[in-house]
C-alpha cells in the first residue's frame, strides 16, 4: 500500500470513528420527542435581528417573529440595520408601530458582532435571542425554547435545529440533506455536552452569560462560534433544543456558498488557534478531547481527500491519454463480447467496503435527522448531496485554509 | 468525560475495518479458488488434448479442424489473473502459483498448437509476449493493452504472455531456446527471431502481415 493510499485509510478510520460515535450517542440516549407541555414561567425575552442589506426578508423574519405563540408583553424585537445601503430600514418601517419592535439604525462596524452586542445595550429582557434577518421561525420555537431554560437553571445558551427555508435548486437541496445530518449531529453532541457553534437563526442566551463572559467579539466573523467556544472554556452550559425549529436561506450560488463556508471554515480555524490550549484539555471534557480535535481532523481529512483524488484521477487521465497517444490504439466504446464475470468486475477491496460503511452510516444518521425534524428529503436532494458536496466543499476548505496561513482579511459578507 | 464511549468507538471502528479487511479476503480467495479451479479444467482440457492428438496420430485433420482442440479459456484466464494480482499485489505467494501454473499451461498449449499445425499444415498465427512488472520495463503497460486490442480485433490470434522474471525451469527454457535477453517488452511472432523493446500497434500490425489471414471480430464467420 502506497502512502497516498494510507493516508485516505486514515482519513476513513477519523469518519468511521465518528460516524459509530455518534450512533453509539443516539442509542444511549435518544432525542425526547416534542410534548405540547407549556411552560411553567415565561421569561421575558427580546430576539435581537441584525442585519444588512436585508430588505427582502426582513418583513417576513419579523412576521415569523410576531406570529410566535408567546404572550407579547414578554417578547419584544429588536431590528438594528447594521449600516443598509438598501430599503433594508424602509423595510423595517413596516413594524414602527408595533409596541413589540424597537428600531435601529447604526453604522456598520465590519462584523456582525458589533450590532449584536448593540442590540444588547438595547435590550433589558431576561432571555436575549438573535435572528438573521434571512430566517424564520416556527410558532413554538421560542416555548420549546424557554422550556429548556425553565428545566434547568444552569442552561447559559441554546442552539435551535435548523432546517432549510424552501430548498428548491440542486445547492439548496444538497445543504437540505446537509441540514438534515447536523440536526442529528448538533444533538448528539448535545448529549456529551461539546456543542461548537451556536448559530445565528435563534440562538437564545441567558442575559447573565454576558456579564459572566463578556459581551460578543469580532472573532474572524465567527462570533457564534467563539461564543460557544467561550461558555465551554468558562465551564458553562450550552444545549441544541432540537424540538425547536428555525428556517434559514442558504447560499442558491455556488459563489456564495463558498464564501459563505470559506468564512465559517476560516472562523473554525482561527478560533482554534486562538483557543489552542482546548485541544486534548481534560479540563475541557469533550469539546477540548473529541468535539474540537474531530473538528479540525475532519477538516484535514477533507482537504486530504479531495487532494488525493484529484491527483489519483488526473494522473489516470494522463496516464490513458499517454497511452492512447503511444499505442495507436483506437478508442473503443464497444461493450465486452462475452458477459464479465461479477467476481472479477466488481471492485470488492477493504477500501470499498470501508467507503460503504461510511456512506451507510451517514445515511442512517441523515434518516434519523429526518425523523428527529420531520423533514421529507426528496431523491434528488440525496443525490445531489453525494455527488455535489465532495466536489465543492474542498474548494472552501482550500480557501479557507489558504486565507489563515496568508492571514488574509476577507469582510464578513465575502 | 465519556473514555468508555471512547473506548467502545474505538473498538467497534476497529471491528468495521477487520470486517472490511475479512470481506475483501474472502473475495480475494474466492478469485484464487475459480482461478485455480480454471486452470485445472484448462490442464485436464490439455492433457485431454495431447491424449485426442495421440490418438488421432492415424486420422485425417479435418476432425482436428472440426473439433477445436485447443483451449479458449486461456485467454479469459489472463484477464481473471492480472485481477488478482491487482488486489493481492505481484509478489503474493498464491498469485505467483497461479502465474507459474498459468506460464506452464500456456506452454503446453504452445507446443499443442506446433504440434497440430505441423501434423495438419495449419498456419497459426501467434504471438510469445514477454513482459516484466518488476520495474524495468516502462512500456510493458502498454504493449499489453495493444495485445488486448490485437486479440479482441483477430479472435484466432494466440497470445502466449509471460512473466518474464517468474522462476519457472520451463519458462527459462523457453527464454534460453529463443535467446529473448534483450530490453522488454519482447516478441516473438510466429516462431521467427525475438523482437525487443515496445512496439505500437500500427508497427506491430506491419511486422504481422499474417494477420490478414485472420478474421475480425466484425466479420461475420462461420
Same mark, same amino acid.
Given at each position: ?42 421569561? %421575558? ?77 438595547? %435590550? ?218 461479477w467476481l472479477y468486475v466488481i471492485d470488492t477491496s477493504m477500501l470499498t467496503f470501508l467507503i460503504v460503511f461510511t456512506l451507510g452510516m451517514m445515511f442512517t444518521a441523515i434518516f434519523i435527522g429526518q425523523r428527529i425534524s420531520g423533514t421529507k428529503l426528496t431523491l434528488v436532494s440525496f443525490v445531489s448531496y453525494f455527488l455535489l458536496y465532495g466536489f465543492v466543499a474542498p474548494f472552501w476548505l482550500a480557501r479557507a485554509g489558504w486565507d489563515t496561513v496568508l492571514s488574509k482579511e476577507r469582510g464578513w459578507l465575502t | 468525560m465519556a473514555w468508555k464511549k471512547y473506548l467502545l468507538t474505538l473498538v467497534i471502528t476497529a471491528a468495521i475495518f477487520a470486517t472490511a479487511f475479512y470481506a475483501a479476503w474472502r473475495f480475494n480467495q474466492a478469485r484464487i479458488a475459480d482461478i485455480a479451479a480454471t486452470e ?183
Open positions: 500500500m502506497d502512502i497516498g493510499t494510507s493516508g485516505i485509510y486514515v482519513c476513513l478510520f477519523l469518519a468511521v470513528y465518528f460516524e459509530v460515535f455518534l450512533l453509539i450517542s443516539f442509542l444511549e440516549k435518544r432525542p425526547s420527542k416534542k410534548t405540547k407541555a407549556l411552560p411553567t414561567r415565561y421569561p %421575558s425575552v427580546a430576539i435581537l435581528v441584525p442585519c444588512w442589506n436585508k430588505g427582502d426578508t426582513l418583513a417576513p423574519t419579523i412576521d415569523s417573529l410576531l406570529e410566535m405563540e408567546y404572550p407579547k408583553d414578554k417578547l419584544s424585537i429588536v431590528i438594528i440595520d447594521d449600516g443598509s445601503t438598501d430599503n433594508t430600514f424602509e423595510a423595517a418601517q413596516k413594524f414602527a408601530h408595533n409596541p413589540q419592535v424597537k428600531i435601529f439604525q447604526k453604522k456598520n462596524e465590519g462584523s456582525k458582532y458589533s450590532a449584536l452586542n448593540f442590540g444588547l445595550e438595547h %435590550s433589558d429582557s431576561e432571555l436575549v435571542g438573535c435572528l438573521d434577518a434571512d430566517s424564520f421561525v416556527e410558532k413554538d420555537a421560542l416555548i420549546e425554547m424557554v422550556k429548556a431554560f425553565n428545566d434547568d437553571p444552569l442552561i447559559m445558551a441554546a442552539a435551535p435545529a435548523m432546517k432549510v427555508h424552501r430548498p428548491r435548486n440542486i445547492l439548496e437541496l444538497m445543504q437540505s440533506v446537509e441540514y438534515t445530518f447536523g440536526i442529528f449531529y448538533k444533538k448528539m453532541f448535545d448529549n456529551i455536552n461539546a456543542i461548537s457553534v451556536l448559530p445565528g437563526p435563534f440562538s437564545i442566551y441567558r442575559r447573565t452569560l454576558f456579564s459572566i463572559v463578556g459581551p460578543f467579539r469580532k472573532a474572524h466573523h465567527t462570533e457564534d462560534m467563539e461564543m460557544a467556544f467561550r461558555i465551554h472554556v468558562n465551564g458553562l452550559k450550552l444545549v441544541n433544543v432540537h424540538t425547536a425549529f428555525v428556517h434559514t436561506n442558504v447560499p442558491k450560488t455556488v459563489g456564495a456558498l463558498i464564501r459563505q463556508r470559506t468564512r465559517w471554515s476560516r472562523g473554525f480555524l482561527e478560533n482554534s488557534r486562538d483557543y489552542s490550549y482546548v485541544y486534548f484539555n481534560k479540563k475541557y471534557g469533550n469539546f477540548g478531547m473529541l468535539a474540537l480535535p474531530l473538528g479540525l481532523a475532519g477538516f484535514i481529512a477533507g482537504l486530504y481527500t479531495a487532494g488525493y483524488a484529484a491527483w489519483s484521477l488526473s494522473s489516470y487521465f494522463i496516464s490513458k491519454t499517454y497511452s492512447l497517444w503511444q499505442t495507436h490504439v483506437p478508442i473503443s466504446l464497444s461493450l465486452p463480447t462475452q458477459p464479465p464475470q | 485445472q479444467s484448462i490442464s485436464i482440457d490439455i492433457l485431454s488434448s495431447e491424449t485426442q492428438f495421440d490418438l488421432l496420430g492415424n486420422l485425417d485433420c479435418k476432425t482436428i479442424e472440426e473439433n477445436d482442440i485447443l483451449s479458449d479459456e486461456l485467454n479469459s484466464l489472463a484477464s481473471r489473473l492480472s485481477v488478482a494480482e491487482q488486489n493481492l499485489g505481484s509478489d503474493n505467494k498464491q498469485v505467483i502459483l497461479l502465474k507459474k501454473q498459468y506460464s506452464l499451461l500456456q506452454i503446453k498449449d504452445y507446443l499443442l498448437l506446433e504440434q497440430i499445425s505441423k501434423k495438419c499444415n495449419l498456419k497459426p498465427v501467434y504471438i510469445l509476449y514477454f513482459y516484466s512488472n518488476a520495474g524495468d520495463c516502462a512500456q510493458c503497460g502498454e504493449a499489453g493493452q495493444v495485445l488486448t486490442y490485437l486479440r479482441q480485433t483477430y479472435p484466432g490470434l494466440r497470445v502466449y504472455s509471460f512473466d518474464y522474471n517468474l522462476d519457472l525451469s520451463a519458462l527459462k527454457t523457453l527464454e534460453s531456446l529463443y535467446k529473448v535477453s534483450g530490453p522488454l517488452p519482447a516478441y516473438i511472432i510466429n516462431g521467427r527471431a525475438p523482437i525487443f523493446g515496445f512496439k505500437p500497434l500500427d508497427e506491430l500490425q506491419k511486422i504481422m502481415p499474417e494477420l490478414k489471414t485472420l478474421a475480425t471480430s466484425t466479420t461475420p464467420t462461420n
